[in-house]
């Protein structure tokens, strides 16, 4: 009897347990639905004109897509679109706070939960010259097209950017999806990532320029870059570079293939994956070359020294390593 009243005891407690559990559990899953921002109180709801001089924008969206688009007018058009009817609650809000532009997905406290897919169109003035833009989404993409700024910060959990700009320095980062950077004019640094992506980078110059994705395809190409590093864990690396100073490339499972017009240091590293190189025969390099499973091959005039390849007058500095695979020189085009 006694056995029994224990037993019962215990499996009521188990199951008192068990639904606190589930009740810690499904007020984390609430919480984390929920959408919260400060100053909530400042924000307006609904579409707007802005004729306020902007400097700065910040905008945070959850689930759609952001549009820029230009006019030849003046002022900022703010307008949204979604593919259901919305309530108050599910509007967006901006506000104008200082010379910065803020824009939220809905109203603060608002729980997200089966969200209509909305779309933010942001209409800019023609030739607009931004300090600084954040542009942020958490399931959806952007599309920029011909932005000016000093900073440019993009960011996606599950989507893709693209976006054109002349800027100082940009950073555009997704977990899933692609990234797709035109840059103009001179940039001081440009960062791109993706957890499973792709990233395509064209620019005419930067300081510093850092590409990487852990599964996808990694492409850059440019007129001119001090530091590059470029890497993706699983995928192919292709780069095109006029001229670069330092460069730093490296692939775990895919295939390296460069063209530099002219460099003074090149390291590139794969691990499963062929590496194919176009260098410059003038005014030369000095090259380390080693592979654990596969050929060396080159159509340029190296000279073979100790364990060194040079060409020309081997200024240049290349150091190429690939665990399974081969190594192919070749000359550049020119």
């Not at 690396?237 to 090149?266: M, N, P, W, Y």
Request: glycine share 10%.
């Amino acid at each position: 009897m006694k056995n029994a009243k224990f037993l019962k005891c215990a499996m009521i407690l188990c199951a008192l347990i068990l639904i606190a559990a589930v009740v810690v559990a499904l007020s984390g899953i609430l919480n984390a639905a929920g959408f919260t921002y400060e100053h909530a109180d400042k924000y307006t709801a609904g579409d707007a004109e802005i004729a306020q001089p902007v400097r700065n924008l910040d905008i945070h969206w959850v689930d759609g897509r952001v549009n820029v688009t230009y006019h030849s007018g003046t002022g900022i058009s703010l307008t949204e679109t979604s593919e259901k009817p919305i309530g108050d609650d599910l509007r967006m809000r901006w506000w104008v706070d200082g010379d910065t532009l803020r824009v939220q997905y809905a109203r603060s406290g608002f729980r997200l939960s089966l969200n209509p897919r909305k779309t933010l169109t942001l209409s800019l003035p023609e030739g607009a010259v931004f300090d600084s833009v954040s542009i942020s989404a958490t399931s959806g993409d952007l599309s920029i097209p011909a932005l000016q700024a000093e900073r440019l910060t993009l960011s996606t959990t599950s989507g893709d950017i693209d976006a054109a700009a002349t800027v100082r320095r940009v950073a555009a980062g997704v977990t899933s999806g692609n990234v797709s950077l035109a840059l103009s004019g001179s940039a001081e640094a440009a960062e791109a990532s993706a957890t499973s992506g792709n990233i395509r980078l064209t620019l005419e110059s930067a300081d510093s320029v850092n590409a990487s994705t852990t599964s996808g395809l990694v492409s850059v190409s440019g007129e001119s870059v001090t530091s590059l590093k470029a890497a993706s864990t699983s995928g192919n690396v292709t780069l095109d570079i006029g001229r670069v100073t330092d460069a730093d490339v490296g692939s775990t499972s895919g295939t390296v293939t460069a063209a530099f017009g002219a460099f003074s240091a090149v390291k590139v590293a794969a691990t499963s994956g062929d590496v194919r190189l176009s260098l410059p025969e003038d005014p030369g390099f000095t090259a380390k070359l080693a592979t654990v499973s596969g050929g060396i091959h080159y159509d340029l005039p190296l000279s073979r020294q100790s364990d060194r390849y040079v060409c020309g007058d081997g200024s240049g500095s290349l150091d190429v390593g690939t665990t399974s695979g081969s190594i192919q020189l070749q000359p550049a085009a020119q």
